[in-house]
Protein backbone atom coordinates (compact mmCIF):
# COMPACT_ATOMS: atom_id res chain seq x y z
CA UNK A 1 0.00 0.00 0.00
CA UNK A 2 1.23 3.59 -1.02
CA UNK A 3 2.41 5.28 2.08
CA UNK A 4 1.06 8.68 1.41
CA UNK A 5 2.09 10.34 4.82
CA UNK A 6 5.89 9.04 4.38
CA UNK A 7 6.46 10.47 0.42
CA UNK A 8 4.82 13.85 1.66
CA UNK A 9 7.15 14.23 5.12
CA UNK A 10 9.70 13.52 2.47
CA UNK A 11 9.07 15.94 -0.43
CA UNK A 12 11.33 18.75 -1.24
CA UNK A 13 10.40 22.15 -2.34
CA UNK A 14 7.68 24.27 -0.63
CA UNK A 15 5.78 21.22 0.82
CA UNK A 16 5.42 20.87 4.84
CA UNK A 17 3.77 17.90 6.19
CA UNK A 18 1.91 18.21 9.07
CA UNK A 19 1.84 15.73 11.86
CA UNK A 20 -1.49 13.52 12.53
CA UNK A 21 -0.18 12.99 16.77
CA UNK A 22 -2.35 15.27 18.84
CA UNK A 23 -2.23 15.29 22.42
CA UNK A 24 -5.98 15.21 24.24
CA UNK A 25 -5.00 16.60 27.33
CA UNK A 26 -6.10 20.34 26.66
CA UNK A 27 -4.28 23.43 27.39
CA UNK A 28 -6.64 26.06 29.46
CA UNK A 29 -7.84 28.92 27.74
CA UNK A 30 -5.29 31.32 28.97
CA UNK A 31 -2.94 28.99 27.64
CA UNK A 32 -4.92 28.44 24.02
CA UNK A 33 -4.84 32.18 23.52
CA UNK A 34 -1.00 32.67 24.48
CA UNK A 35 -0.82 29.49 21.51
CA UNK A 36 -2.56 31.79 18.80
CA UNK A 37 -1.37 34.47 19.77
CA UNK A 38 2.58 33.58 19.32
CA UNK A 39 1.75 31.14 16.08
CA UNK A 40 -0.13 34.83 14.22
CA UNK A 41 2.87 36.78 16.01
CA UNK A 42 5.21 34.76 14.19
CA UNK A 43 4.09 34.53 10.55
CA UNK A 44 3.11 38.18 10.99
CA UNK A 45 7.15 39.35 11.46
CA UNK A 46 7.56 37.12 8.59
CA UNK A 47 4.93 38.99 6.05
CA UNK A 48 6.84 40.77 3.56
CA UNK A 49 4.37 43.92 2.12
CA UNK A 50 5.34 46.75 3.09
CA UNK A 51 2.23 48.43 5.32
CA UNK A 52 -0.63 49.80 5.60
CA UNK A 53 -2.05 46.51 5.54
CA UNK A 54 -5.23 45.30 5.14
CA UNK A 55 -7.03 42.59 5.91
CA UNK A 56 -10.77 41.12 5.85
CA UNK A 57 -12.50 38.64 8.01
CA UNK A 58 -15.12 36.31 7.02
CA UNK A 59 -18.03 35.63 9.09
CA UNK A 60 -16.66 38.27 11.57
CA UNK A 61 -20.67 38.95 13.06
CA UNK A 62 -20.47 42.85 14.10
CA UNK A 63 -16.75 43.34 14.87
CA UNK A 64 -13.80 41.87 12.10
CA UNK A 65 -11.08 40.27 13.98
CA UNK A 66 -7.77 41.58 13.33
CA UNK A 67 -5.30 39.45 14.15
CA UNK A 68 -2.16 40.74 12.24
CA UNK A 69 -2.84 44.13 12.80
CA UNK A 70 -4.03 45.77 9.77
CA UNK A 71 -4.64 49.18 9.32
CA UNK A 72 -7.91 48.33 7.18
CA UNK A 73 -9.80 46.33 8.45
CA UNK A 74 -13.37 44.46 6.94
CA UNK A 75 -15.39 42.36 7.69
CA UNK A 76 -18.05 39.68 5.37
CA UNK A 77 -20.71 38.59 7.36
CA UNK A 78 -24.78 37.50 6.50
CA UNK A 79 -25.54 40.46 8.53
CA UNK A 80 -24.65 44.14 7.44
CA UNK A 81 -22.78 46.43 9.76
CA UNK A 82 -21.62 49.52 8.01
CA UNK A 83 -20.52 51.44 11.25
CA UNK A 84 -17.79 48.92 11.55
CA UNK A 85 -17.33 48.23 7.94
CA UNK A 86 -19.13 44.86 7.60
CA UNK A 87 -20.65 43.60 4.41
CA UNK A 88 -23.09 41.60 3.72
CA UNK A 89 -22.82 38.38 1.88
CA UNK A 90 -23.63 34.52 2.21
CA UNK A 91 -20.46 32.95 1.73
CA UNK A 92 -22.10 29.28 0.74
CA UNK A 93 -23.82 30.96 -1.87
CA UNK A 94 -22.36 34.19 -2.62
CA UNK A 95 -19.06 35.35 -4.00
CA UNK A 96 -16.50 37.63 -1.67
CA UNK A 97 -17.75 41.39 -2.26
CA UNK A 98 -14.09 42.67 -2.39
CA UNK A 99 -12.05 43.24 -5.56
CA UNK A 100 -9.34 40.34 -6.53
CA UNK A 101 -5.77 40.88 -5.37
CA UNK A 102 -6.97 43.55 -2.68
CA UNK A 103 -6.33 42.06 0.76
CA UNK A 104 -3.17 41.56 2.64
CA UNK A 105 -4.40 39.22 4.81
CA UNK A 106 -8.19 37.14 4.94
CA UNK A 107 -8.83 35.58 8.08
CA UNK A 108 -11.60 33.31 9.32
CA UNK A 109 -12.42 32.04 12.87
CA UNK A 110 -14.65 29.75 13.66
CA UNK A 111 -15.94 29.72 10.05
CA UNK A 112 -15.11 27.38 7.95
CA UNK A 113 -16.84 24.33 9.45
CA UNK A 114 -20.05 26.07 9.10
CA UNK A 115 -19.60 26.27 4.92
CA UNK A 116 -21.03 23.23 3.27
CA UNK A 117 -18.62 21.12 1.42
CA UNK A 118 -21.56 19.69 -0.98
CA UNK A 119 -24.90 21.03 -1.93
CA UNK A 120 -26.58 18.69 -4.82
CA UNK A 121 -29.21 20.03 -7.42
CA UNK A 122 -31.10 17.93 -9.88
CA UNK A 123 -28.35 19.05 -12.73
CA UNK A 124 -25.59 18.31 -10.48
CA UNK A 125 -23.70 19.44 -7.77
CA UNK A 126 -21.80 22.43 -6.12
CA UNK A 127 -19.15 22.56 -3.58
CA UNK A 128 -19.57 25.81 -1.49
CA UNK A 129 -15.97 25.26 0.48
CA UNK A 130 -14.04 24.87 -2.73
CA UNK A 131 -15.88 27.72 -3.85
CA UNK A 132 -15.00 29.75 -0.77
CA UNK A 133 -11.53 28.31 -0.92
CA UNK A 134 -11.12 30.02 -4.47
CA UNK A 135 -12.48 33.19 -3.66
CA UNK A 136 -10.19 33.54 -0.76
CA UNK A 137 -7.27 33.27 -3.33
CA UNK A 138 -8.69 35.68 -5.34
CA UNK A 139 -9.10 38.50 -2.95
CA UNK A 140 -5.61 37.85 -1.45
CA UNK A 141 -2.70 40.10 -2.82
CA UNK A 142 0.33 38.06 -4.30
CA UNK A 143 1.75 35.99 -1.55
CA UNK A 144 -1.02 37.23 0.90
CA UNK A 145 -1.83 35.24 4.28
CA UNK A 146 -4.81 33.22 5.11
CA UNK A 147 -5.39 32.33 8.25
CA UNK A 148 -8.12 30.02 9.35
CA UNK A 149 -8.92 28.99 13.17
CA UNK A 150 -11.36 25.75 13.52
CA UNK A 151 -12.28 23.08 15.26
CA UNK A 152 -10.71 19.96 13.74
CA UNK A 153 -10.66 15.82 13.76
CA UNK A 154 -10.66 14.04 16.04
CA UNK A 155 -11.77 16.36 18.99
CA UNK A 156 -15.59 16.06 19.76
CA UNK A 157 -16.05 19.85 19.39
CA UNK A 158 -16.30 19.07 15.61
CA UNK A 159 -19.45 17.57 16.02
CA UNK A 160 -20.93 18.40 18.94
CA UNK A 161 -22.60 21.72 17.33
CA UNK A 162 -25.24 20.55 14.94
CA UNK A 163 -24.60 23.47 12.35
CA UNK A 164 -20.89 22.30 12.02
CA UNK A 165 -20.88 20.66 8.13
CA UNK A 166 -17.42 20.65 6.90
CA UNK A 167 -14.76 18.82 9.25
CA UNK A 168 -11.39 19.54 8.60
CA UNK A 169 -8.20 17.62 9.41
CA UNK A 170 -4.96 18.27 9.36
CA UNK A 171 -4.62 17.70 5.65
CA UNK A 172 -7.22 19.25 4.62
CA UNK A 173 -5.54 22.55 3.61
CA UNK A 174 -2.46 21.09 2.84
CA UNK A 175 -3.48 18.24 0.47
CA UNK A 176 -6.17 19.84 -1.33
CA UNK A 177 -5.55 23.45 -1.33
CA UNK A 178 -1.57 23.64 -1.35
CA UNK A 179 0.77 22.62 -3.84
CA UNK A 180 2.68 19.24 -3.06
CA UNK A 181 4.52 16.81 -5.78
CA UNK A 182 2.03 14.37 -5.97
CA UNK A 183 0.12 16.56 -7.58
CA UNK A 184 -1.39 19.46 -5.68
CA UNK A 185 -3.36 21.04 -4.82
CA UNK A 186 -6.18 18.21 -4.53
CA UNK A 187 -9.42 19.97 -4.81
CA UNK A 188 -8.65 21.49 -8.75
CA UNK A 189 -10.44 18.23 -9.14
CA UNK A 190 -13.79 19.54 -7.65
CA UNK A 191 -12.78 23.25 -9.34
CA UNK A 192 -10.18 25.14 -7.43
CA UNK A 193 -9.04 28.06 -8.70
CA UNK A 194 -5.65 28.70 -7.45
CA UNK A 195 -2.01 27.77 -5.16
CA UNK A 196 -1.50 28.48 -1.97
CA UNK A 197 1.62 27.08 -0.01
CA UNK A 198 1.28 26.21 3.85
CA UNK A 199 3.24 28.31 5.93
CA UNK A 200 2.28 26.52 9.00
CA UNK A 201 -0.39 24.74 11.09
CA UNK A 202 -0.76 23.98 14.91
CA UNK A 203 -3.19 22.94 17.34
CA UNK A 204 -4.49 25.14 20.35
CA UNK A 205 -6.88 23.56 22.26
CA UNK A 206 -9.41 21.79 19.74
CA UNK A 207 -9.13 24.12 17.29
CA UNK A 208 -6.57 23.81 14.30
CA UNK A 209 -4.53 26.85 13.34
CA UNK A 210 -3.07 26.98 9.79
CA UNK A 211 -1.83 29.87 7.95
CA UNK A 212 -1.49 29.72 4.10
CA UNK A 213 0.35 32.19 1.19
CA UNK A 214 -1.22 32.86 -1.91
CA UNK A 215 0.82 31.52 -4.50
CA UNK A 216 1.00 32.92 -8.20
CA UNK A 217 1.24 30.51 -10.79
Not at 70 to 83: F, L, N, P, S, T
Not at 186 to 196: E, L, P
Request: net charge positive.
Amino acid sequence: MLDISNLLRNLGGNYRFVHHAHRWAEPGLRQQNRIIERFVSKHRAGYPAQRPWSSLDLGCGSEPANPFAAEAIAGVDIREDVQNNVVRADLAFDAIPFASDSQDFVTAHDFVEHVPRVIPFQAGSRFPFVELMSEIHRVLKPGGYFYSRTPAFPHPDVFQDPTHVNIITVNTFPYYFCWHGLGGPWARMYGFKGRFELMGQRWSGPRLLTVMKKMVS
